[in-house]
């Protein structure tokens, strides 16, 4: 039997269902602005803007796609979830490209830890906006 | 700019953004997401004390 919590509910707003999810990968927060969650997403963009860009003020690596390094394409993976800041520290060459200080390692983690929290959010957006969460 | 921060620092700022995300993602009311805001950032913090301890009691 079906409970409550397992039904799937009507689209909060009509369009394109997976635009929250999409608006929410590429800018941290986006995705709850488009379904009204103001607070919620102000409070994401701040906390993962700001580990990204601590985490590169600590020089971290940003990591590239196709080293061929299994390891790094983990962290290509990570890195890749914090959408456009990841591509705007790749156009600029922010960070470091090899991990040379002790704080630069913790630097490395909070920019894919950072990208991670942000795919985290970004299916958060997408279930509000289809009604799986309220 | 660069930023040299302590690893008790870092533990501290990787609590507090880790537990904003956790919170608001894992939790549906503010209350909730306050409560287990606070529970994360806790359990973050604590852990890494203990296992600090841990390893200061293993060194000796």
């Known amino acids: 039997m079906a409970s409550k919590a397992q039904t799937p509910a009507a689209p909060a707003t009509p369009g394109f269902a997976y635009s929250a999810l999409i608006l929410g990968w590429l800018v941290p927060g986006a995705g709850h602005l488009l379904t009204r969650h103001w607070i919620r997403a102000l409070l994401l963009f701040l906390a993962i803007t700001a580990m990204f860009a601590l985490g590169l003020a600590m020089q971290a690596k940003v990591y590239a796609p196709n080293t061929g390094d299994p390891l790094d394409m983990l962290g290509f993976a990570g890195d890749l979830g914090a959408g456009v800041l990841y591509f705007v520290a790749r156009i600029f060459s922010l960070g470091a490209s090899t991990v040379q200080l002790v704080t630069a390692d913790y630097g490395t983690k909070f920019v894919v830890v950072a990208g991670l929290l942000n795919f985290v959010a970004a299916v958060d957006a997408h279930n509000l906006r289809i009604g799986r969460k309220l | ?60």
Do not use: D, E
């Not at chain 2, 302590?6 to 209350?31: C, D, E, G, K, N």
């Open chain 2, 1 to 60: 700019m660069t930023f040299t921060p302590s690893h008790f620092t870092a533990v501290l700022l990787f609590a507090t953004f880790a537990s904003v995300v956790f919170a608001i993602t894992q939790r549906s009311t503010p209350r909730a997401m306050a409560k287990y805001g606070v529970y994360c950032w806790v359990l973050f913090v604590g852990s890494v004390v203990a296992a600090s301890w841990l390893m200061y009691f293993i060194r000796k």
